[in-house]
């Protein structure tokens, strides 16, 4: 922009490679190049081109559902709910299916439900602004699974093995390589981070996540946006929940057990603030991307389940507590300056 004296003010944010190497996205990389490098050299299978593909397809679930997580994040709420709704919706499919023979139908039945309970959360969180989303979206989760387990009791409903089509929607690949699911994630990952970064829905969010109330004194509408994001979050779930039916071909009142904690955890190693106002979606994607990997990798190399949550615990808190080093670091520096 030119001014009256001739001089020229960009708006524009200058690129350095010292901003490049500070930033939460640049650590992420360094880490998920890290793991690659390890896995390799655990594994020899470990660079299969079938094998990764697979592998990645198989927590491409939980990366969906953190993709409206961070949306969660970033507005200084929380959602323990997404589990519960998935295994609540997944169960009303396989219902709707065993009682019509109507995939379509049941499908419908099943987005339908995953929406109509996010909804419940924001309707409560917003309506009762008093209340703390950890508790509130806590009971939900208990809830749904609840209803879960009074519909299916121990037992389970199936057969939806038996459409092919359905089927498809998980198992099928693109070039036999590419699982259509990986491709639909990207998809779903490029449009809520255009939401999130380059949108005033954006913008937004990011203005509640700092400050709700000078968000709302400045014409946000807080409680709206709100509950805009816990409803697509909702319908998230169903979404997650009909690949989850099509994975398995039927439904337990155990299924998405613990999908809220990997989302969660996704989200945070992404650099998505659990106070809100602050991260990105590209971090949340490449942590998405870690998190699976490193775990496919250690299991490659026979690392118990126990063990390997014990390494993936160790890593979140690692490199949560890494901005809080390095700014002590550099305050005892300053004060040695001094």
């Known amino acids: 922009m030119a001014t009256k004296s001739g001089r020229t003010i960009s708006n524009a944010r200058e690129l350095s490679l010292k ?78 299916y065993n009682t019509t023979g109507n995939m379509v139908l049941a499908i419908a039945a099943c987005l339908l439900t995953g929406t109509l309970c996010g909804a419940l959360n924001g309707i409560l969180l917003t309506k009762f602004t008093e209340l703390a989303p950890m508790i509130v979206t806590l009971a939900t989760n208990i809830i749904f699974r609840g209803i879960s387990e009074r519909i299916l009791g121990d037992g389970s409903t199936g057969g ?14 693109v070039a036999e390589l590419v699982p259509y699911l990986v491709i639909i994630f990207c998809v779903l990952a490029l449009v809520f981070g255009l939401v999130m970064h380059k949108t005033v829905f954006g913008r937004q969010m990011f203005a509640i996540g700092a400050n709700k109330k000078a968000a709302a004194y400045a014409g946000v509408k807080v409680e709206k946006i709100r509950m805009i994001v816990f409803t697509l979050t909702g319908l998230v779930c169903g979404f997650a929940a009909v690949f989850d039916c099509a994975n398995m071909g039927s439904v337990k009142s155990n299924l998405a057990k613990g999908y809220e904690l990997e989302a969660i955890a996704m989200c945070v190693l992404g650099g998505i603030s659990t106070a809100g106002g602050k991260g990105t979606m590209v971090g949340a994607v490449i942590s998405i991307f870690i ?48």
Do not use: H
């Open 291 to 338: 998190i699976g990997l490193l775990r496919y990798g250690l299991g490659l190399a026979n690392f118990s389940g126990q063990t390997i949550r014990i390494i993936l615990g160790a890593l979140l808190i690692a490199v949560v507590l890494y901005p809080t080093i390095q700014e002590a670091i550099k305050n005892r520096f300053a004060k040695k300056a001094q």
């Open 19 to 96: 901003s490049l190497i500070v930033r939460w996205e640049f650590l992420l990389i360094l880490i998920f190049v890290a793991v690659n490098i390890m896995n390799a050299n655990l594994s020899p299978v470990y660079l299969n081109e079938k094998f990764l593909f697979i592998n990645i397809r198989g927590f491409m679930v939980k990366g969906i559902l953190a993709l409206p997580m961070a949306y969660i994040l970033l507005l200084g709420d929380i959602d323990l709910s997404v589990g519960g709704n998935v295994c609540l919706s997944a169960t009303v499919l396989g219902i709707v």
């Open 160 to 173: 939806m093995q038996e459409v092919e089509w359905f089927t498809q929607l998980y198992y099928g690949r």
